[in-house]
Each structure stands twice: as structure tokens, then as C-alpha cells.
């Protein structure tokens, strides 16, 4: 059964007066789509209006998306100077991302590079990893290193250099490397909240006002692959 986050609930990694970072759950979606769930987004502005007693509407920016499986650490903008300045600085790569993932098989190196092109199929929303360039597609490049071997699986940190449609799933799926319950790239069963085990643990940045540097970590979800990593 999956948990989606509340205003009462919704998990903090860092709140100041421009920026709020939450721990993503697996049944959130970070902003509205076709299925009419409440975003993620709508969740923090009732809970930044209740927080400080906000009258009227609560202004906040959503800077980037994570798959609706996949948990983590995703950024919301508190002001427009402060989204301006995030939405360059993802634009421009200017983040360091680190993904956790757990997968069934094991790579041929313990780590590697990976660089696809891949091409994004609209109609069942997937994305597909060629080695060659395709019409369409768009380079995507990772490094990954297995950080932990577990009893039927193993654990790898991903550091992305590009921000492609569904990269981590889809490059890891052309090497033979299946997230844990990711179905729409091949996993043979699905886990029982619904979600992969796929996790934006780490996410280093400039703060977009203050210009310190920001590290900020999430903690897995609570189950037992996560807690034996």
C-alpha cells in the first residue's frame, strides 16, 4: 500500500524563506496530470500556508520532476527570483544528482560509464536506449558503481550528467540491469506499494540567494532492501 505525503506528514530536508526540499513518497506526483491526483506541489503550499498563516494564494514554483515510483528529493522555489535562478541551474546542469537504485542482476563492471542516445516513445511513456545516435534521440550520460551486494540483488549510486525522460530506468535496462519492481522496463513483478526502487538520495547546488552551498541527503523509504543498504 503506497503513502502519499500530506501537509501533516510531508517529510522537510530544508525550508528557508526561498526554497523548500521534501523527501518524495511513492504515490506522490510533483505536479498535476492527466489522473487528477493532488500534486506534491499542492501538498507544500498547504502546508507553507498553514505553517506561516498565509493569506490568499501561496506562490511556488516547481523546479524539477521525479517519476511518480521513484522517491527522493525533489525542490520547490518559495519566490520567483528564487525559481529563475534554480530553473538556470538545472537548466544549465549546475546540480550534482546521486540515485540510489537496486536491481536483480548484477553489471559486468562494478562501475562504468553509461552513454545511450534515447528515444522517448510518447504513447506508452517510455524511453528507449540505443548506442547509436537515432532521429529523435538525445544523448544521455551516467556514471554508476555498486555500493552494495545484497542476497538476490545489488545496490548502485548513479551520478547523472544529463536529465533525459526516465534515463536511470532506461539506460539501466539496456545493460540487463532491472530496477526492482520497475514493470514498464521489464522487472518481472511489481513491489507492493506500487513504486521501484529507485531513490534521488544526494542533490548538491548553489543556494539561489544566499549562494552557499548546499548538500542535501534524503533517507530511503522504510522497507527492508533500503534499511539493509
Known amino acids: 500500500m503506497k503513502t502519499v505525503s500530506t501537509k ?14 521534501v523527501n518524495k513518497r511513492v504515490g506522490d506526483i510533483v505536479q498535476g496530470d492527466k489522473t487528477g491526483d493532488k500534486p506534491l506541489s499542492d501538498v507544500v503550499k498547504e502546508y507553507i500556508k498553514e505553517k506561516y498563516q498565509k493569506p490568499g494564494e501561496v506562490f511556488l514554483g516547481v523546479v524539477h520532476r521525479l517519476d511518480r515510483p521513484t522517491t527522493g528529493i525533489v525542490v520547490f522555489a518559495r519566490t520567483s527570483k528564487a525559481l529563475t535562478r534554480l530553473n538556470e541551474l538545472f537548466a544549465n546542469r549546475e546540480t550534482q544528482k546521486t540515485y540510489w537504485a537496486v536491481v536483480k542482476n548484477k553489471p559486468e563492471k ?11 516513445n ?6 528507449k536506449a540505443h548506442l547509436k545516435e537515432v532521429p529523435e534521440s538525445k544523448k544521455a550520460n551516467l556514471d554508476y558503481k555498486i555500493i552494495k551486494t545484497l542476497d538476490n540483488y545489488f545496490a548502485l549510486e548513479i551520478n547523472l550528467h544529463t536529465g533525459r525522460h526516465h534515463q536511470i530506468r532506461a539506460q539501466l ?18 513491489n507492493p506499494d506500487g513504486g ?20 542535501i541527503i534524503a533517507p530511503t523509504p522504510k522497507d527492508a532492501i533500503w534499511n539493509s543498504i
Do not use: M
Request: glycine share 4%; charged share 30%; with cysteine.
Open 8 to 21: 501533516d506528514n510531508l517529510q522537510i530536508l530544508h525550508e528557508d524563506n526561498h526554497i523548500i526540499v
Open 110 to 120: 562494478d562501475h562504468d560509464t553509461l552513454i545511450h542516445y534515447l528515444k522517448r
Open 122 to 127: 510518447e504513447k506508452n511513456n517510455t524511453s
Open 173 to 190: 535496462a539496456a545493460i540487463g540491469c532491472l530496477i526492482k519492481g520497475d514493470l514498464k522496463y521489464g522487472f518481472d513483478r511489481s
Open 196 to 215: 521501484i526502487h529507485l531513490h534521488a538520495r544526494k542533490l548538491v547546488f548553489i543556494h539561489p540567494v544566499s549562494k552557499e552551498t548546499l548538500e
